[in-house]
């Protein structure tokens, strides 16, 4: 049974062959969650690190629909883990409760699929504040 309370990665259906291309689809039965939610981020300077955030109750799945990006979690047992995403077939879970940050190279293009509805009050913006959830 798998852990919904840490990251790990998702291996989505890969289909085509390099002459025609590809395409990964995922039936909601095989996800981990039932999503409420798709955005996407792009263009975001080599400089810049986002996330630096956690969240009470939503999960997500990231997704390097291209280039590549490093993320790094922290469960709050202490647990950190560095994911390197760069295949579009592949996607990472990440749990309620998990600080997590991103960077990105220059042509990479971040597809989430969440949980649940945007809502500003579920976000642990303070690092200090997410450690005193221990
Ligand atoms: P944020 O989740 O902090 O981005 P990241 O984790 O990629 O650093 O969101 C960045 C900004 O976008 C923040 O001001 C909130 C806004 N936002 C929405 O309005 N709706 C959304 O669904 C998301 C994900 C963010």
Redesign the pocket.
């Known amino acids: 049974m798998r852990n919904f309370d840490e990251p790990f990665l998702i291996e989505f259906p890969k289909l085509g062959n390099s002459h025609l291309g590809y395409i990964s689809v995922s039936e909601k039965e095989n996800l981990p969650f039932v999503p409420k939610?798709i955005?996407w981020?792009y263009y975001t300077p080599e400089e810049v690190e986002?996330?630096?955030?956690s969240h009470y109750d939503l999960q997500q799945i990231l997704v390097a629909v291209a280039g590549k990006i490093i993320v790094t979690t922290e469960l709050l047992n202490g647990e950190k883990q560095e994911f390197i995403l760069e295949k579009p077939n592949i996607g990472l879970f990440i749990p309620k409760m998990c600080w997590r940050t991103?960077k990105y190279n220059h042509n990479a293009v971040q597809m989430?699929i969440a949980s649940l509805e945007?809502d500003?009050k579920d976000y642990i913006r303070d690092y200090e504040k997410f450690l005193e959830k221990k």
């Open positions: 939610r955005y981020t986002r996330g630096g955030h991103m989430c945007y500003e």
